[in-house]
């Protein structure tokens, strides 16, 4: 497993500081699958994932919907034929916090999980 998916997502506040650059390098080895893009000036770590139909990309919707709920932390969920795009990042502090990683990592578990 991950180590990053074995964390626990913290409470994040207005004001916490954003993962460091040192940190992103640190971080992004446990998820090579991600990248980090900007959109309307915030850094977000984002991913798309591929399936057979529409029926599996809305279970893996719903996978990753429960996922956030049990962590508190939201990310966007794109899901279209046989494609689901996930973005996360903090909006609070508009950019990366290390919550960002622990969940870009538990998502991709949850990829290999078909019932979670």
């Not at 139909?53 to 719903?62: G, H, I, L, R, S």
């Amino acid at each position: 497993m991950n180590p990053l998916a074995e964390i626990k997502c913290v409470p994040c506040r207005e004001g916490a500081e954003p993962v460091t650059l040192a940190e992103i390098d640190e971080f992004l080895p446990f998820i090579p699958d991600w990248q980090i893009i900007e959109r309307a000036g915030i850094p977000r770590l984002e991913r798309a994932f591929e399936f057979k139909d529409f029926a599996e990309a809305m279970a893996f919707t719903d996978r990753i919907a429960a996922l956030a709920e049990q962590e508190g932390h939201h990310p966007v969920l794109i899901t279209e034929w046989g494609r689901v795009t996930v973005a996360w990042w903090t909006h609070k502090i508009k950019g990366l916090h290390r919550n960002d990683f622990i969940m870009a990592a538990k998502t991709d578990e949850r990829l290999k999980t078909p019932a979670a």
